[in-house]
């Protein structure tokens, strides 16, 4: 994810923020004015953001001081400006008491914020860092912009103030919310990294004026939809203003791809990655650890394969151990900037030309992709994707709105390779996935189990019907070898040996699955009821092409009146040597372990979507669907999916 949170408390955790976050990360001097700190480290002034400013008499953009950061987090939830307020209060002769209740924001908290940290794609700080002056600042005010949009998305349709016994009522905060920006150049590890700390009070006013406390745990739950608005929001404007297209890009093998500008090469987005390998290298250590760790009896204290749940945290305890110290001397901007394209070109390996002509090399490769790539939204195909991926990759098949809602950001920004959408979209698609592909299976016995957000679905198919998960491998039996085989793992090697000849076993991730789920539904829906509920044709391929990478489309011919069938199948819709080389490469989404099988089973599947889809155009010559055209979003017949069918 690019947006993290993190609870902030009252007392030493927000004595943290005050002496290290607030001033780009680094160590604040003692006694040393705030706003004197932030200019040593060469870090802009925090900025107060959010509707809810109004309240405090706060504005937009105006610059967060010293006694407000600890008025509103560090006191436990006071009015930025309280000591005033006790002041003018004491003046007029009220008690103390009163004069402090003033000054107050509702009841003391002792939880008084979140942190949100924002940051964009690799891709993305690289052109900022690498690029000119126009280009930094094209960047900069889009991720602003959608860090906003961000926000307001939690004050309308997240952010929720409890009151009543037990918090049993809940209400939006009308006002909206109160947040301070803060905003980071680099990470710990000295490379480019444009971040934003986002510090959001907890404090909320309701509609009769009262101030209550957002509920902190909505905001966890959240975290992940916020994410996915955020990286398409900011991966769209950039891509309009400076003329560039996204691609999917595989980071580990099994999980989800992310969305990077195409023509970034892979090399220098691994130069920023230099904390992941140190990461991964710990991680493997770990993961050794966890799989040979045995109790006093000599019997192992945990499973003999390593879990999805086990290695997110043993990746915690890795990022933890290998976190470098703080920063050393702080730098100008202008001096990062120039610096970070020395390093890059020094010890990237990527050439000097291409770095120092990064945005043109990217608009280059977009041009070759919008000039091949009709982006085309089909609301009832992405609700099937969308509920088959979320179905899988939920234990048990039972999920929230929230869910479908982040999964249908993601399927947007994949198919729409960082072209502009229209608002409300995602919602679209999520209410038709609800509506057709999921069952309401609540059963609450609480007031929240009656709101929208939390409604339990799963979807309408058996998990008979979709491929079955892979079960972990049982423990092994130390008094028997088991033969290359039998699949079942062999017995961990003694610890004497390097990390990278340690075969651990681990459960296989659920994307994969997920994938393959969502293949197999549009294939039988296609099959048996779509046809008979839609009456238009459909050009399958070219619906499919925006959810695929240019390099594995195939070339059009010349002539279309008188094509001729390719040798490799009759009707292909792609082309598989370039399939094949892209397995070599292992630097896209359809890069992921084909077998000789697979590739065979890819071929029929696209060849037979080839003829149909010929077949259909010539009874109707229509064409596709665009993007841009009043029709884009219109609902069509179902269709295998070429994109996440090739990520088999």
């Known amino acids: 994810m690019t947006v993290d949170i993190r609870v902030i408390r009252a007392g030493q955790m927000y004595r943290y923020y005050l002496r290290e976050t607030v001033v780009g990360d680094g160590r604040r001097p003692a006694r040393t004015p705030l706003r004197a700190a932030q200019e040593q480290a060469g870090v802009p002034a925090g900025r107060w953001i959010g509707r809810g400013l109004a309240a405090l008499g706060l504005a937009p953009g105006e610059e967060v001081n010293e006694a407000q950061l600890r008025n509103l987090f560090g006191e436990r939830g006071r009015h930025p400006y309280a000591d005033r307020i006790e002041a003018d209060r004491l003046a007029q002769g009220a008690s103390p008491a009163e004069a402090y209740r003033a000054g107050a924001l509702g009841r003391r ?25 126009e280009t930094r600042l094209v960047i900069e005010a889009a991720h602003e912009r959608a860090i906003g949009r961000v926000l307001e998305w939690i004050e309308d349709e997240v952010a929720v103030i409890r009151y009543g016994t037990d918090g049993i009522y809940r209400v939006r905060p009308p006002g909206g919310l109160v947040a301070a920006r803060f905003r980071h150049y680099e990470a710990r590890s000295g490379r480019p990294l444009l971040h934003d700390h986002v510090l959001l ?68 987005i ?45 990746n915690q305890i890795a990022a933890r151990k290998t976190r470098p110290p703080k920063k050393g001397k702080a730098r100008s901007l202008a001096q990062l900037r120039a610096d970070w394209k020395a390093s890059a070109i020094r010890t990237s390996g990527v050439p000097a ?87 309401d299976i609540s059963e609450p016995t609480t007031v929240r189990g ?88 459909y050009d399958v391929v070219a619906h499919q092409q925006a959810a695929m990478p240019e390099q594995l489309l195939a ?24 399939l094949r080389a892209l397995r070599a490469s292992r630097t896209d989404v359809e890069a992921l372990d084909f077998t000789a099988d697979r590739l065979r089973q890819l071929q029929e599947k696209f060849a037979k979507a080839g003829d149909a889809a010929r077949a259909r155009a010539r009874a109707d010559r229509s064409g596709p669907v665009r993007a841009d055209a009043p029709q884009a979003h219109s609902s069509q017949e179902l269709g295998p999916h070429q994109g996440r069918e090739a990520g088999l």
């Open 270 to 314: 691994r130069w920023t990655a230099w904390r992941s390998d140190q990461i991964a290298a710990c991680l493997a250590e770990l993961e050794h650890e966890y799989v040979t760790a045995v109790d006093d009896d000599g019997e192992p204290r945990f499973l003999p394969v390593v879990s999805e749940r086990a290695r997110a945290k043993l």
């Open 450 to 537: 009656l709101e929208a957000g939390y409604r339990l679905y799963t979807a309408r198919w058996a998990l008979s019907d979709l491929p079955a998960r892979r079960r972990p491998p049982a423990a092994p039996d130390p008094e028997r070898r088991s033969s290359p085989d039998s699949g079942e793992p062999p017995a961990p090697r003694p610890p004497g040996q390097d990390a990278g000849e340690w075969e651990i076993h681990r459960v296989p991730l659920q994307y994969d699955r997920a994938v393959l789920a969502g293949a197999v539904v549009r294939e039988q829906l296609r099959t048996t009821a779509a046809t008979a509920v839609r009456g238009r044709a």
């Open 555 to 578: 070339p059009e011919p010349a002539d279309p009146e008188h094509d001729q069938e390719p040798k490799t199948g009759t009707g292909e819709a792609i082309d598989m040597t370039a």
């Open 201 to 268: 009070s907890v404090k909320g006013q309701r509609l009769d004026g009262r101030w209550g406390s957002i509920h902190t745990t909505v905001l966890h739950e959240n975290t992940v939809a916020a994410s996915a608005l955020y990286n398409e929001l900011v991966a769209a404007e950039v891509c309009e203003e400076l003329g560039l297209a996204t691609e999917p890009r595989t980071v580990t093998p099994g999980r989800r791809p992310v969305m990077e500008i195409a023509g970034t090469p892979h090399e220098l």
């Open 353 to 439: 030309d291409v770095i120092t002509s990064l945005l043109e090399y990217a608009r280059a490769a977009a041009a070759a992709i919008r000039a091949r790539v009709a982006a085309v939204v089909d609301v009832a195909l992405a609700a099937v994707d969308v509920t088959a991926t979320v179905f899988v990759m939920n234990n048990g098949g039972r999920f929230h709105r929230r869910h479908l809602l982040a999964e249908a950001r993601r399927h947007l920004a994949l198919v729409l390779r960082g072209r502009r959408r229209d608002p409300g979209l995602d919602d679209q698609v999520v209410a038709a996935a609800i509506s057709a592909h999921c069952v």
């Open 109 to 133: 908290v002792t939880v008084t914020g979140v942190d949100f940290v924002f940051r964009p794609q690799p891709s993305i700080y690289l052109l900022w860092a690498f690029g000119n002056e």
